[in-house]
């Protein structure tokens, strides 16, 4: 009499906004000895995912902000010395593509991520699209955009006169 082997059911992969929505506790931890030199000491926020899609929501068209912004405000409001930049930019990645996910399944209104900038006005290549559709979005909303020489590389030109602060 011949075995029969079932194949063990697969989940499909968990959306992005699956990924956003998940439940998840902040975390308040010290600040890691090798990260000591960039952090310095103290203690350390990790935020979750939904509390960045609360800051991305607030920026208002015609300003940006920074990611180093968003992660001083958090650290402010949760009174430690710094905020993760690994797992902030993680969580950020995520609501860029939830944002993206529900935009594809028509959401009129999304947080605006796009508004988000690395340090020195920079755009952000692992944003959906990458620098290219960064680049669309804020110049539909108004921004200049300069490109470096090879077009790999972009920021917004005088960023810091729309610079919004939480």
């Known amino acids: 009499m011949p075995v029969t082997i079932s194949k063990p059911k697969v989940k499909g992969r968990t959306s992005w906004t699956e990924k956003l929505e998940k439940e998840q506790q902040i975390k308040i931890v010290d600040i890691p000895a090798k990260m000591v030199a960039g952090c310095g000491e103290g203690t350390m ?11 991305v929501q607030q920026i208002p068209r015609g300003e940006v902000t920074t990611v180093n912004i968003i992660r001083q405000k958090l650290a402010k409001d949760y009174g430690t010395n710094t905020t993760c930049p690994m797992t902030t930019g993680i969580f950020l990645w995520i609501v860029a593509n939830a ?6 399944k028509g959401a009129k209104r999304i947080a605006p991520y796009w508004r988000v900038l690395k340090e020195g006005g920079k755009l952000n290549d692992k944003f959906p699209g990458g ?3 960064h680049a669309e979005q804020l110049e539909a909303e108004g921004f200049m955009i300069v490109w470096n020489k090879a077009k790999t590389n972009a920021s917004v030109f005088d960023y810091e006169r729309k610079l919004f602060t939480f």
């Open 45 to 55: 926020l990790i935020a979750t995912p939904k509390i960045i899609l609360r800051l």
């Open 131 to 133: 620098i290219k559709a």
């Open 99 to 104: 944002m993206d996910e529900a935009k594809t």
